[in-house]
């Protein structure tokens, strides 16, 4: 089993930059798939980004261009870098995990207690 605390949000103006980062307790190795969610208040949640144990990645084509995942073996470490923020990334952000059993089950897997982005002027 795995544990995820995220950090790093807050409140920025349009146009600037955050990074969130995802603490990982437990063993990164045993993790097949990371990922990236939000939630807006009234919006269903959203899968914004996603990364494979092999590195590979996908976004959300509303992130695609600003947003960089990736994820850290040495520093059991996820990150999401975003940059050209719009009021519309104003949303809960969650990191969330999936072991390959997760994955192949379609089980939902760990997830991190959320952390804040607002996105204003």
């Known amino acids: 089993q795995v544990q995820l605390v995220e950090s790093g949000g807050g409140l920025v103006q349009p146009g600037g930059s955050l990074r969130l980062s995802c603490a990982v307790y437990?063993?990164?190795?045993?993790?097949?798939?990371m990922n990236w969610h939000r939630q807006a208040p009234g919006k269903q949640r959203e899968l914004v980004a996603a990364?494979?144990?092999?590195?590979?990645?996908n976004y959300a084509d509303s992130v695609k261009g600003r947003f960089t995942i990736s994820r850290s073996h040495a520093e059991n470490a996820a990150y999401l870098q975003m940059n050209s923020l719009k009021p519309e990334d104003t949303a809960v952000y969650y990191c969330n995990t999936q072991d390959y059993s997760d994955y192949v089950h379609s089980r939902e897997g760990s997830w991190g207690q959320g952390t804040q982005v607002t996105v204003s002027s």
């Open positions: 437990g063993s990164i190795s045993s993790i097949f798939v």
């Open positions: 990364i494979t144990r092999g590195g590979s990645t």
